[in-house]
């Protein structure tokens, strides 16, 4: 099977503008994650999407915000970016849903530069 | 207090010897733990998961886990200079869900 993928890999944006970021899930997975890594705060949870619905969320603005579609790929955008927005952002896929164990699986990531 | 610790090290282990990463979590009611690899400039990579306490072995890798002293180990046998990378612990205290908390990572060294 292919595994998660991420486009675009790289990104440079300025201050105040809007970035749209994608994820493919592996195939078959319903389940999408996205993370926000920094070497600062390290990995951190953005929010998940399950059969288009977002399930759970974490502690960020409103700025950040996402989507799925119904082939489960997913989108997450982020608008008004600001300097501290620049991190790796990465995407996880599970297949596995209402089990006491989920595994999941990151995609390569995509590196964000704000100037 | 962090959801999640680690001994941020780093930690160097000779080739051939046993390289033993540590982690705590503070939710009691955490269901699955789960070990990632990262290596610089790369994804974290899925090594292992435990959810039940005791121990559970992967090849080199020996998972261990204690839900009473919320505490859960990897250990690396015969380390090889690969295995050089940062180790994230992570903890799904939800049952269901897909939200792990991370630990801030061991940057672990392997000296030939």
């Known amino acids: 099977k292919a595994g998660v993928t991420q486009t675009p890999r790289y990104l440079i944006k300025t201050r105040g503008q809007q970035v749209t970021l994608s994820c493919s899930p592996i195939?078959?997975?319903?389940?999408v994650s996205w993370y926000q890594q920094t070497p600062g705060q390290g990995l951190q949870f953005l929010f998940e999407?399950?059969?288009?619905?977002?399930?759970n969320k974490g502690n960020f603005p409103g700025r950040f915000s996402g989507r799925q579609f119904s082939n489960s790929r997913s989108e997450m955008n982020v608008s008004t970016l600001e300097l501290g927005d620049s991190a790796l952002y990465l995407c996880?896929?599970?297949?596995?849903?209402?089990?006491?164990?989920?595994?999941?699986?990151f995609g390569p990531g995509t590196r964000l530069t704000v100037l | 207090q962090k959801e999640v610790e680690q001994n941020s090290g780093p930690l160097s282990v000779p080739e051939g010897a046993i390289a033993s990463l540590n982690c705590t979590y503070s939710?009691?009611?955490?269901?699955?733990f789960f070990w990632y690899r990262q290596y610089s400039g790369k994804s974290p990579e899925l090594i292992m998961f435990i959810y039940s306490n005791g121990d559970k072995e992967d090849g080199r890798f020996t998972a261990q886990l204690n839900k009473a002293s919320q505490y859960v180990s990897l250990l690396i046998r015969d380390s090889q200079p690969s295995d050089s990378a940062t180790y994230l612990c992570a903890v799904n205290i939800k049952t269901g869900a897909n939200n792990l908390f991370f630990g801030t990572g061991t940057r672990l060294t392997v000296i030939p």
């Open positions: 996880a896929s599970s297949g596995r849903q209402g089990f006491t164990y989920n595994e999941q699986f």
């Open positions: 939710d009691r009611g955490s269901q699955s």
């Open positions: 195939s078959g997975h319903r389940s």
């Open positions: 999407y399950f059969s288009e619905t977002q399930r």
